[in-house]
């Protein structure tokens, strides 16, 4: 077993390795740092304070992540002890029952399973320019799994929320270090008591493993990975919005474009909810050399709460598209694998992937630039040497 303390040495050992490594385009040249943290699968290390690791785009050639390749992003120290038989979920705060739950009354109510593609809100936070500060995360801070476990409606018809509640709170058991604010979060309770918004103790068919929130987790779909709270131990009712730095100023955006350096009000800007319409190129690597004939280009697309349209290809800077197969494979909030067949000549290939969202969504050129770098979603794009 690898402690805490090898572990962070371990990564320490990588950041010199990655601290040489500065511009976009060097990150993309370079070998990425990966590690093999026990249950996690060459996943690339993003920090190296918390638990952060990103899945490499090469992944992405199936509809549901394995588990050990699922990204994950921890904004403080992972919860030492977690015993299963100890565990309570609490609900309370405006509600007339409040409720004390074990694991084990978890594990009696329906379960429910929504397949949901799970982004953070700062993935492609690398690609910004100029930079902002926080996660580089660039490509694979998203992964799509079944979520499985009872809906967080029936717990809060049971605890019987009053007529003032209108914001679910949640709270779990990160270690927090020092002066860091604690990761308390809320959604409206229009969300909260949408059917598919769970509280998930099974991740693609297995008991949630620690990185991922064991015990118990709230699954909010479609919207940014923030909304959905690991290692849940409290829910509490609210009669307005949590307030706290993840509420805001984290996790809001300009209601209007803003120029880097501008001021904005607490009150011009927004909380982030749904994710963007989005595609990405899992194959051909990036700076790959390719037999000519025929190319597979194949990736994923989302698009939070929206259904994705359709995805297209272009090989001549975005002057024409050619539709791309979409996978049969889909459900509400999840992903969809697609791919398209080239016939390319010998010579030097920048590849272009667009999705279109059923909202008439299209993912841009480039992305709209906000001082914490999040919902990055500008078109993909790799570049191959065919020979
Ligand atoms: N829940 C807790 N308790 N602490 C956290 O740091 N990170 C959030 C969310 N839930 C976080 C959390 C963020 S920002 C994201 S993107 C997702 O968890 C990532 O989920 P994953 O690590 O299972 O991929």
Sequence with gaps: MTSRRDFLWQISAMALVASSVSSLRSWAQAPTPTIDVPGEDGLIVRSFRFVDLETPVEYFNTWLTPVPRFFVRNHMHEPNELDAATWRLTIAGEVEKPLTLSLTDLAKLESHSVVNTLE??????????PQVPGIQWQKGAVSTARFSGPRLRGLLEHADVKASGKHVMFRGLDEVPGRVPLFIRSIPIEKALDSDTLIATHMTGAPLTKHHGFPARALVPGWIGAASCKWLTEIKVLD?????????????????????????????????????????????????????????????????????????ISTDGGTSWKPTTLGQERARYAWRLWRHELTAKPGEYSILSRATDSQGRVQPDTAVWNPSGYLYNAIDQVKIHVA
């Design 120 to 129: 953070c809100a700062g993935n492609g936070r690398g690609f910004y320019r």
């Design 240 to 312: 307005s919005e949590f307030v706290g730095n993840f509420m805001s100023p984290g996790y809001r955006l300009p209601n209007q474009p803003v120029k880097p350096g501008d001021a904005v009000k607490p009150e011009d800007m927004h909380p982030v909810t749904g994710l963007n319409v989005k595609s990405l190129i899992a194959g051909p690597a990036d700076g790959s050399r390719i037999k000519p004939g025929r190319i597979l280009v194949h990736g994923v697309a989302w698009a939070g709460e929206a259904d994705v349209a359709k995805v297209e």
